[in-house]
C-alpha cells in the first residue's frame, strides 16, 4: 500500500481500534512456568495487531505495535526502564512485519497461514538476540544476577548452563509458543473478518 494512501481517517480509525484492543489484551499476562522463569509472561495482544497488519499493511502493524506499547506505558508505567516495553516492541514486529508482507502478497487464507509461520519463526529469532543483548544484561544489572537468572532456566532445562542455552531452550519455545497460539486465533477467526481483509483497496 502506498504511503499516501495509509493515513486515511478510516485507516487511522482501524490503527486506533486495533491498538485499543491490543492494549486490553497485553493487560491480561500470564506466565508459562514449564517453559521459563515466571518473569516471563505471555500475553496475546498481537491478535489485533497482525489483523490490523492484514488489512493495511506492515507499516500500518508497525505503528499500531507501537501505539499498543505506548497506550500500555500510559497505564501501567514500565519497571524495566523502558527496555522491556523495547522488547516486546520488537519481538511483535518481528512477527506482523514479515506475516503481514507474505500476505499481502497474495491475500488468502494459505499465504496468511505461510506469513504466520515464517512470522513466529522471526518471532522467536528474534527474541533469542534481543534477549541475550538487552533483556538479560538488563535484568542482570537491575534485578538478579545473571546466575539467578540461569538457575531459574536449570530449573526448567537441566541442559541450561549460559546465556545462549537460556534463550535456546526457555526464550525461542516461549516466544514460538506465543506465535502459534495468536496465529491459532486469527485462522479462528479468519473467516469473519476474511470479507474486511480482501476488501482493503
Do not use: W
Not at 496468511?112 to 519463526?121: E, L, N, P, Q
Amino acid at each position: 500500500m502506498k504511503q499516501e494512501k495509509l493515513f486515511t481517517i478510516r485507516n487511522i480509525a482501524i490503527m486506533g481500534m486495533m491498538s485499543a484492543l491490543a492494549t486490553v489484551l497485553m493487560l491480561f499476562e500470564f506466565p508459562l512456568p514449564f517453559i521459563a522463569p515466571p518473569f516471563y509472561k505471555l500475553d496475546l495482544s498481537e491478535i489485533p495487531v497482525l489483523i490490523g497488519s492484514f488489512m493495511l499493511g506492515p507499516v500500518a502493524g508497525v505503528i499500531t505495535e507501537l501505539i499498543k506499547i505506548a497506550l500500555n506505558l500510559l497505564i501501567n508505567g514500565t519497571e524495566t526502564a523502558f527496555v522491556g516495553e523495547f522488547a516486546n516492541f520488537t519481538i511483535g514486529c518481528a512477527l506482523v512485519v514479515p506475516a503481514s508482507i507474505i500476505y499481502r502478497h497474495k491475500k488468502s487464507r494459505k499465504t496468511a497461514i505461510i506469513g504466520m509461520i515464517v512470522g513466529s519463526i522471526f518471532m522467536a529469532i528474534a527474541g533469542i538476540f534481543i534477549n541475550a543483548y538487552v533483556m538479560l544484561p538488563f535484568f542482570s544489572q537491575t534485578v538478579m544476577p545473571m546466575e539467578n537468572i540461569i538457575a531459574m532456566g536449570t530449573a526448567i532445562h537441566p541442559s541450561i548452563d549460559n546465556v545462549l542455552t537460556f534463550c535456546l531452550l526457555t526464550v525461542a519455545p516461549f516466544n514460538a509458543l506465543k506465535g502459534i497460539l495468536v496465529s491459532i486465533v486469527t485462522i479462528l477467526i479468519y473467516k469473519k473478518i476474511s470479507i474486511l481483509l480482501k476488501g482493503n483497496h
